[in-house]
């Protein structure tokens, strides 16, 4: 079945730097590649997504590439602030999202 | 004001006893899933809905069961066959699933905490 790999679990940065998380996917028919920003307690929110007919798509700060040969995406944020703090997945919906990583972006 | 509504928010289970998290959406989506979430880990899926009276076991099926009878309600009832159920639980839809992917956003709703006493 499919599966998904996501790293780092845990990314701390200070604020202004840029934060970078990757997932690896197996499947390789999978067409639809979200990302959800997650704060504590809260509902997944999707924050950006992209389609397999492009290969880099951004919204302001926030940016996912995704490599189709090499079965992986990334979440790009740049100029991070301290709420940008939540934790991010990906996934491979609907049957399959990552572990999560917890962003921690210091003042 | 069209959503994902959840309830109860908080619920508390005695060992032995089944209960029942209601899921209703009002954004007129075809499919409909159902998460657990613990502590520190990701989503994993319990039960997805394509269509009316239709569902399809997730990765973690048992020790639960849901049903479709309206397009805009999705059930899921935790059975005393669950040996651990205290997770925080995620109903979610799409406006539709085609061979169990779905084809866009996942809405979630926010979510149900259950605990066994």
């Known amino acids: 079945g499919e599966n998904v790999e996501q790293h780092p679990s845990t990314l701390s940065v200070q604020e202004g730097d840029s934060a970078v998380i990757k997932c690896t996917y197996s499947d390789s028919a999978s067409n639809y590649f979200p990302w959800y920003k997650q704060e504590l307690g809260k509902r997944p929110q999707l924050i950006i997504d992209?389609?397999?007919?492009?290969g880099e798509k951004k919204d302001q700060r926030i940016a996912v590439t995704l490599n189709k040969t090499a079965k992986h995406f990334s979440l790009h944020i740049t100029e991070t602030q301290p709420e940008d703090s939540a934790v991010y997945f990906c996934a491979v919906p609907p049957l399959v999202f990552g572990t999560g990583t917890r962003l921690l972006v210091s003042p | 004001d069209g959503g994902i509504t959840q309830s109860p928010k908080y619920l508390f289970r005695k060992e032995g006893q089944n209960v029942t998290l209601s899921c209703e959406q009002n954004?007129?989506?075809?499919?409909m899933y159902w998460y657990r979430q613990d502590p520190g880990q990701g989503l994993r899926l319990i039960y997805y809905s394509q269509i009316v009276n239709d569902f399809q076991k997730g990765d973690i099926a048992e020790g639960y069961s849901v049903s479709r009878e309206k397009k805009e309600s999705f059930p899921l009832t935790v059975t005393s066959a669950q040996k651990n159920p205290t997770a925080f639980y995620l109903c979610?839809?799409?406006?539709?699933?085609?061979?169990?992917?779905?084809?866009?956003?996942?809405?979630f709703g926010e979510g149900s905490r259950l605990t066994v006493l």
């Open positions: 954004l007129n989506h075809d499919a």
């Open positions: 992209i389609r397999s007919n492009v």
């Open positions: 979610a839809s799409s406006i539709e699933a085609h061979l169990g992917k779905s084809t866009g956003e996942l809405f």
